[in-house]
């Protein structure tokens, strides 16, 4: 269970809440230019656009659940169980393991425009990392300024989506939750009125009345109505002018929109009695290169910057997240 975004305000911004019952040893990794990325297909990237995101602690190979590239493009995996088939490698395709499809796409696109003319090329193969790492069930948004599409590697081969949304979750499909928003646009962030009949006289007795009916549980339709909700009603407390000044207010912002879908401990339990919770919440602004996150133990908003971390280099970087939560003790003035 999962939910990603994008956010348009001063800058562009890319982030999920990866919910999961336990830790995969995910790291903060930085793949810079000149590391070699080898494809299963046989094909090589030698010299690539660098990438920062969150990956597997495999550190022989970048396995990004999320990422953005120099350029400013991102990409994201969800779970999508039952529906995910990738398929045996096909002449004439261009081959792309499903664990290669963040570091393949974001190590040689520069833009979804560029991504999408090799996608319509692309076969999703079904090999494995590693016999103990078998292929995840996925589906991805991928991401930049200007477009959202959301990709699907279903029975019927690899489906592309425009997402207007600039949102995706998990199970169903992507076309069920496009038209299930058709359910939810009376919902209003402002007071509502009596629609009911001109001839009784009803009026609000509260504040957040128009949202009456927006989804609170955490099935996957329900969180990507309320992200979707939240993402085009949020308001950022600076006023918007420099880009550099609204940045923190904008991140803060984001981070309370996925706090609000987000998977508190023993709220949600799978069928083995264990727990979904949410492992991490990321934010990434490509402009500047900050790959922003907190962790479930640790809710202080922790940061990597890409230009810091040698981007030109020829070898993997990590940071590991802190996990455990850092108190800022403070002292009264006398």
């Known amino acids: ?55 597997a602690g495999e550190k022989s190979y ?11 493009l991102c990409m994201a995996g969800l779970n999508f169980p039952g529906n995910a088939r990738y398929r045996a490698p096909e002449a004439g395709k261009t081959n792309v393991a499903s664990w290669e499809m963040i570091p393949y796409l974001l190590g040689s696109c520069a ?5 999408e003319i090799i996608l319509k090329k692309l076969c999703v193969t ?17 991401a930049d300024r200007e477009r959202c599409l959301v990709l699907e590697a279903v029975e019927e081969g690899l489906k592309i989506y425009e997402n207007p949304f600039g949102v995706l979750t998990n199970n169903p499909p992507f076309p069920y939750h496009r038209e299930n928003m058709r ?60 880009a550099a000044e609204t940045e923190p207010a904008e991140i803060t912002e984001f981070f309370h929109i996925l706090e609000q879908v987000g998977m508190i401990r023993g709220m949600v339990r799978t069928s083995e009695g264990c727990c979904d919770i949410t492992l991490y919440s990321s934010c990434i602004c490509p402009e500047t290169g900050k790959y922003y996150f907190r962790t ?17 280099g020829s070898a993997l970087s990590f940071c590991e997240p802190e996990s455990r939560q850092q108190i800022f003790l403070r002292r009264t003035s006398r």
């Not at 970048?62 to 400013?72: D, F, Q, S, T």
């Not at 833009?111 to 991504?115: F, G, I």
């Not at 006289?201 to 099935?219: F, H, M, N, R, W």
């Not at 479930?296 to 030109?312: C, F, H, K, M, T």
Request: hydrophobic letters at 35%; charged letters at 20%.
């Open 183 to 242: 359910n939810y646009l009376n919902l209003t962030a402002g007071s509502p009125c009596n629609r009911l009949s001109e001839e009784l006289e009803l009026i609000p007795y509260g504040q957040g009345l128009g949202a009456l009916g927006l989804p609170g549980d955490a099935s996957p339709a329900s969180r990507f109505v309320k992200t979707v909700f939240l993402k085009y009603n949020s308001v950022t407390e600076k006023e918007e002018g420099n």
């Open 111 to 115: 833009s979804v425009d560029e991504a």
């Open 1 to 55: 269970m999962c939910t990603c975004m994008t956010y348009q305000k001063e800058r562009f911004y890319f982030g999920r809440n990866l919910d999961l019952e336990y830790s995969f040893g995910e790291q903060v990794a930085v793949t810079p230019r000149n590391y070699p990325l080898h494809f299963r297909n046989g094909e090589k990237q030698e010299h690539h656009y660098a990438i920062i995101g969150m990956a």
């Open 296 to 312: 479930y133990g640790d809710s202080r908003i922790q940061a990597v910057d890409l230009w810091e971390e040698n981007p030109d």
């Open 62 to 72: 970048p396995l990004y659940a999320e990422a953005a590239n120099e350029k400013g």
């Open 126 to 142: 079904d090999e494995a990392f590693a016999a103990q790492m078998p292929a995840a069930p996925l589906h991805w948004m991928l």
